[in-house]
Structure formats: C-alpha cells, structure tokens
C-alpha cells in the first residue's frame, strides 16, 4: 500500500483539501483522474468529517474504479477547513 504525506495544505474549503489531495495521489500513480471529480461528489452524499478534539478528522474516498492500486493519503493544512459530519451531516 502506497502512503502519500502532505504537509501544511493551504486549502480554504474541504473541496479544496481533497482536491490537493487527489492532485496527490495522482501524481504517485495511484488514482485516476477522475478521483478528485468523485471524491468531492461522494463527500457532499455521505460526509466523512468525524469529530475529535482537539482538531477534526475526514476521510474523504471514492469508488474503487477511480483506484489504481491501495493508497492511503494523510495531509495537515496550513488551518482548519470545515467538514460535514458523518452521520451528522448538518454539523461541521
């Protein structure tokens, strides 16, 4: 499994954030391109934001045919950006 890191992502929204992520994960050859497109319309169905303090955590995905082998991206942005709960969607 391939591990891509980010540091420091200067994102002002969770699209944003995902779309550098996916940029990312692009870049190492492990999703298509059209992983970001998907990423973002999966995220606005079913929110991954989970609450933890002192700082949140999201784990944005897609479907498996925007994949091209296991890949797990971790990023820390420059500030927070707000998420939808999962489970709790009308809560950030």
Request: with cysteine.
């Amino acid at each position: 499994m391939e591990l891509v890191c980010l540091a420091a992502v200067a994102a002002q929204t969770s699209h944003e954030a995902i779309g550098a992520i996916a940029r990312a994960l692009v870049d190492a050859g492990c999703v298509k391109p059209s992983f970001e497109v998907a990423a973002i319309a999966r995220e606005r169905r079913s929110p991954t934001g989970l609450p933890f303090e002192p700082d949140a955590v999201a784990l944005p995905h897609a479907e498996p045919e925007h994949v091209e082998r296991a890949a797990v991206a971790i990023a820390t942005l420059l500030q927070p950006v707000a998420f939808r709960q999962m489970g709790s969607p009308n809560l950030s």
